[in-house]
Each structure stands twice: as structure tokens, then as C-alpha cells.
């Protein structure tokens, strides 16, 4: 009998990554307590990841420092795109795209932009 956990789209709906990046998302061993080998073992089969971008004065300047923050960090995120592991991990704007990750066996990772 399959177990109901391996039959469903499981979802995280917000993974703060961290910053700046560690590249270490990929890592078996790391300190993270998200990443692509950990969502493996858990069954996890989609992920949103959130690039934060801290509050700073509303001026030119706050909103130059936040803009270059999270354009790194979706950068971070995009490169996500046909890493390997198990299986690739896919970058999902649509519905549609995370259920053709989840059919293909891929990680469906899902950007995100937290305090925008």
C-alpha cells in the first residue's frame, strides 16, 4: 500500500533562504535546516523561497540597497534551475509549471519576494 504522504503534492509555502548565499543548498551536511537533500527525505515536492529584503529608509538610496538585495537573491533562486540532484529542481512561475515538476519528479521551487 503507498503511504498517502507519497501520493500528494507536498508543499513548504515560505523557506527563507539565507544571505548572503552559502551556497550550500545542494550540500548532504550542512547547519541549513532547509535544503534540496532534506526535502528529498522528507517527501517535499515543492518549495517557495523567499528573498527577504529587510526594511530600510524609504529614499532612493533604501530602495536602490533593496532592489540590488533582491535581484541577488532571485538570482540565487533562478540558479536552482536543472541543478541535479535525485532529480533536477525546476524554477515555477504557474500552477502549471509545479504540477509538470511534480509529474517529472523534480523539486518545483518557486520564487518568492517577502516585505517588497
Given amino acids: 500500500m503507498t503511504d498517502l504522504h507519497d501520493t500528494l503534492l507536498t508543499l513548504d509555502s515560505h523557506i527563507d533562504i539565507p544571505w ?13 535546516q532547509v535544503n534540496v537533500p532534506k526535502t528529498r527525505k522528507g517527501g517535499l515536492r515543492a518549495v517557495c523561497l523567499a528573498a527577504y529584503i529587510p526594511q530600510s529608509p524609504r529614499d532612493e ?39 509538470a515538476a511534480y509529474k517529472a519528479g523534480d523539486l518545483a521551487v518557486i520564487p518568492a519576494i517577502e516585505n517588497g
Fill in 20 to 32: 548572503p548565499d552559502r551556497q550550500d543548498a545542494w550540500a548532504e551536511e550542512t547547519p541549513r
Fill in 61 to 99: 538610496a533604501g530602495h536602490a540597497e533593496g532592489w540590488e538585495r533582491v535581484q541577488g537573491m532571485l538570482d540565487v533562486i533562478a540558479g536552482f534551475e536543472g541543478r541535479q540532484g535525485d532529480h533536477g529542481a525546476r524554477v515555477c512561475r504557474t500552477a502549471a509549471d509545479v504540477r
